[in-house]
């Protein structure tokens, strides 16, 4: 079974199609969405109702839930629009985490951490033996989360942890302009760039230079 992981759209209704376009074409099983569909870009509206039509899986990030502190009324302050009413009750749908059950697979998606959609996970900050050990507390075999906008992965003996990154193309935000694909039997993944879906080599969490 192959997943289609994507995060951090921030209302960029744009690359949102053409990813979805390329997962499509790539025939993935399942589209998965780490979190932040809005805030930032110009669409937010028309991002989560593509995301409920093709019945994308996606949690709430810390985006989605300041758009929903902020209300029909509040102001984005990173310049994008208010959302809608309809697109702030289907931000308010969105679980903080979701679990992915196949071909005895068990996958747990989240946007910063399994315990903070406001934490930074990457090599700098979290261990492999601390990534080891989100995957044995969940009991999972597969770990997605966003957040960082930097595309990541990790390969243990407890199973697999990856970071997609962000699709967003919006000026000045910072976004690694990619999306992934894990092979949940194999548990390995593949990362590709937004605009031309071009394989994108990242390395694994311990290798140097990361």
Known sequence: MKLGLISDIHGDFQS??????RLVAAKVDRIVCAGDLVDHGPDPDRV?????????????GNHDRWALQ??????????????SRATL????RLPPFAL??????????????????????NPHTHSA??????????????????HTHKPAWYRGSKGLVVNPGSIASIPNLESSRSYAIVDLE?????????????EVLVRSWCEPGD
């Open 89 to 92: 009750d289907e931000l308010e």
């Open 100 to 121: 992915i059950a196949e071909m005895s697979r068990v996958g747990v998606i989240v946007h910063g951490s399994p315990s903070s959609d406001m934490e930074f996970v």
């Open 129 to 146: 033996l601390v990534l080891e050990g989100y995957l044995s507390q969940l009991n999972a075999d597969l770990l997605v989360f966003g």
């Open 70 to 83: 902020r209300g029909p009324f509040g102001i984005d302050e990173f310049g994008g629009p208010t959302p």
């Open 16 to 21: 949102l199609q053409q990813v979805w376009s």
């Open 186 to 198: 194999a548990l390995s993944v593949t990362f590709y760039k937004v605009e031309t879906g071009e």
């Open 48 to 60: 989560v109702s593509f995301v409920m039509e093709q019945q994308i899986l996606a949690v709430r």
